[in-house]
């Protein structure tokens, strides 16, 4: 038997508890609905059981909905099908660059942000699909739920963080602040294939008369979003071969190549396909890359001191500082061919002086106590980059 469980998950189960199980159509999902079902009818359960898809939009594999709703129907429960009210991940994510981008015009923030998800920040997964499910339950369910997750300790990149350790159950209290939790008071989240090995999962879907997921028949090792944010190179190059994906792919590299941050950290996502690109695109291409350079190396000149952090702004710049933002925040301009507001030292020192006003008073109280700390030394303006850029780039 592959299923890992606790006490109170039985407890749960006895009581007839409904059952959420969270599938996207993989590997994992579809093993853990399979075992979790079989469990719990061997248990004789009697309450609900459902599975549960947050869908993503285009972002994801084509036949995603279709391996879950066989999935459903060959399993005898029902499906519950839940989306995100603004849209999909790739709304998501031109939403998040529309507004970094007017929240730098307005100097709401020091440096540009990128529009990506990452791996330190992935509301792909806590925005699109936990909080979208979790809503979705608590409208239905008042009564503890058992929330059923793919999740396997063998996937994690640590034995020691992560899903390396991951519990094979949480239990969900009322917070010390009295806040309610996500889910009921007394609902589980629950790991039922937590000590499962890669190796099993793949053997047992190789060896099902099931249809295979399209990702797993081009090569990729994962079933997330045909290109994901922690995707390898492989997985990403294997998602090109499917023409379903060609679409996707010209709309998150268009994102890339329009705000000059690589899909990942060191990858740009149009490199690795770059025949799909249109002939708009290829050309733009290298003229991105040498924007996002000259944007790297002169936010670089910004110290530490005046990047963002916790309760930003925290104090007014000096005027060297000023200075020196206002260039920065010229040549980025520039770069980038966007209208800034703030671009002078008098008008980024009235600015400051207005978000902290703004700040709430505890707050502001805080940013006074700030003040009282040595200032920062000054700040010799620094001279002008001129960034090695095309001919076609220049303004």
Known sequence: MMISTTPEVDTLLEIGAPLIICVSGGKDSRL?????????????HSGRIILIYSDLGEVVWADATAQCQRLAQ???????IVRRNAGGLMERWSKRWANNVDRYINLSCVKLILPWSTPQLRFCTSELKTQVIQRWIRKTFNEP???????????????????????VSKLYTRKPDGKKPPLPIGSVDWNAIVDVKTTEVVQIMRASSEPIPRSYLYGATRYSC??????????????TSDHHNHDIYRQQCELEIGSTFSFQSNLWLSDIAPHLLTPDQQARLPISKEKAKARTTIEATIPPHLLYEKGWPNFVPTLDEA?????VRQQIATIMTIDLNYTTPGSILDRYEELIRKKPKQSRKQTETSRTKPPHPSI?????????IPVLFQI
């Open 323 to 327: 200075n020196l933002l206002a260039d």
């Open 226 to 239: 045909s290109f994901c944010i922690m995707a390898t190179k492989a997985d990403l190059l294997a998602a």
């Open 380 to 388: 010799p303006t620094v001279p002008s980059f001129q960034p090695q």
């Open 32 to 44: 853990v609905a399979e075992e979790t079902v079989s469990y719990a009818r061997r248990n004789n």
């Open 74 to 80: 060959r399993l005898h429960v029902e499906l519950q």
């Open 145 to 167: 739920v058992i929330c059923v997750l793919g999740i396997r300790r063998d996937e994690g990149n640590s034995t020691k963080t992560g899903r390396g350790i991951a519990p």
